[in-house]
């Protein structure tokens, strides 16, 4: 059936509705792939143009890169569902091609010394030997983004560079980490409070001088909830400011907004 974004039109302009959705390939994992869709479409919704087939395209390869095949290819195909021209609903036609399944030899980090290489490599759930899985290398990699702002330094980052070997169907992964600088507690401050409380009154577990742990950012709107206005959030109400001449931050809790 001919395909409605074969006609010299501007895809990116085209505007569709997905019908349906159709996968060649990958038996073993058509479940899975079919459950991903499900879930993306439920959360974004399925009209939109050609960015939306891009990102089917992406979510079907995620599912195929948390199993072990991470040089999958995935193409999807909008197909018109009749010849009305004037119709947008479509099917998306998606071509697996999973390849070989890939395992993850090891995991080695590079300009580390806060923590030791096994403590950062104890960080993440993926064990060496294990079909590779991109999701559990995010996820080991926010961890480390808090076990170092635990500690101050809030500016870590770790970008992975990954090895392919076809040899043996291997992966290697050697991170590149920024610890950058060591940050401590400079100011606190906190407005928009009932003028019956006043600063002594509430909780506050950062001090002018400690090492700056952004997890006491949270505990403080858990130890001090029942004195706070009801839609207050951590990452709205806090206003965080870095001086990176004496290596402090300035810590504001403004709830002044909050109704």
Request: include cysteine; glycine fraction near 6%.
């Amino acid at each position: 059936m001919e395909s409605r974004l074969g006609k010299g039109e501007d895809a990116t302009e085209l505007k569709f509705h997905i019908e349906d959705v159709t996968i060649d390939g990958a038996p073993d994992l058509e479940q899975s792939i079919r459950a991903r869709i499900s879930d993306w479409l439920q959360q974004n919704g399925s009209e939109g143009d050609s960015d939306l087939i891009k990102a089917l395209e992406e979510t079907v390869r995620e599912v195929l890169q948390q199993n072990g095949y991470f040089v999958a290819k995935v193409t999807a195909q909008p197909q018109a569902l009749n010849s009305d021209t004037e119709s947008n609903s479509i099917t998306v036609h998606i071509e697996v091609s999973e390849g070989e399944l890939y395992r993850l030899r090891d995991i080695q980090f590079s300009n580390v010394s806060v923590f030791s290489p096994e403590k950062l490599r104890a960080e993440f759930t993926i064990q060496d030997g294990e079909p590779f899985n991109m999701s559990k290398i995010r996820r080991g990699i926010e961890t480390l983004t808090v076990l170092y702002g635990s500690q101050g330094y809030i500016n870590f980052t770790a970008s992975p560079n990954i090895q392919i070997h076809r040899e043996d169907r291997s992966l290697s992964i050697l991170f590149e980490c920024g610890e950058d600088k060591q940050f401590r507690v400079g100011t606190v401050e906190a407005f928009g409070f009932d003028s019956k409380v006043s600063h002594h009154n509430l909780i506050i577990k950062l001090k002018p001088g400690d090492i700056f742990n952004n997890d006491l950012i949270k505990e403080f709107y858990n130890d001090n909830k029942s004195i706070l206005p009801p839609d207050v959030h951590p990452s709205g109400d806090t206003y965080v400011k870095q001086n990176p001449l004496d290596n402090t931050v300035a810590i504001v809790f403004d709830v002044r907004a909050c109704p």
